[in-house]
């Protein structure tokens, strides 16, 4: 599931995902020229309908000239994620044009701590499954649970095409099911803000 919502967040589907997708019943359209249009509207043009996939945006605060700003890039929150994904011996794919902290980035280290877990499972190594699942946790309850909310409320709101509504929905639930299967924190989006 991780593997699928990061692609989606990185690029508009291709010809083949879209086909899928409306045989599924979850694209209400097969016109790949709308799909990636919405695409390029809510997450690559910022202008209009835009929304932002940075977690630094929607979470970090920096003083500037002696004054607190909002939604600036390449904040505290994505410096702690860059370490993470170091910790964890993840790298990012050098086709990978996004900053460390976009959605579709975070989702995909996610998939990679998840493809570990399977393989240590695998193998019967309890202790690095407890490891990983306890870095999941951590993740999930650290960065995506505080502002994924707040980002799928915002394509909810902006996008035109219902796949990207139930996107939003779907990376939402994600997020939530897991903090709950690895009986992580949960916490509360409340302090966080958007910033348009």
């Not at 909810?156 to 690895?182: H, M, P, Q």
Request: charged share 30%.
């Amino acid at each position: 599931m991780y593997h699928f919502l990061a692609a989606v967040y990185l690029a508009p589907p291709t010809p083949a995902l879209v086909e899928e997708l409306r045989k599924l019943g979850l694209i209400d359209t097969d016109d790949l020229e709308n799909v990636k249009r919405e695409f390029n509207d809510l997450f690559v043009v910022p202008l209009g309908r835009y929304t932002t996939p940075y977690e630094a945006v929607y979470r970090d605060e920096r003083e500037i000239a002696g004054e607190r700003v909002r939604g600036l890039l390449m904040g505290p929150s994505t410096v702690d994620v860059i370490g993470r994904y170091k910790a964890a011996g993840a790298e990012m794919d050098q086709m990978v044009k996004e900053l460390p902290d976009h959605v579709g980035v975070e989702l995909a280290f996610m998939g990679f701590l998840c493809e570990r877990e399977s393989d240590a499972l695998k193998n019967g190594d309890e202790s690095l499954v407890r490891e990983l699942r306890t870095r999941q946790a951590e993740f999930l309850n650290d960065h995506l649970q505080p502002w994924v909310p707040l980002l799928a409320q915002r394509i909810r709101e902006k996008a035109r095409i219902e796949f990207y509504k139930g996107l939003a929905s779907l990376t939402e639930d994600t997020v939530r099911e897991s903090l709950e299967f690895l009986g992580g924190d949960l916490g509360s989006c409340e302090q966080s803000s958007i910033v348009s």
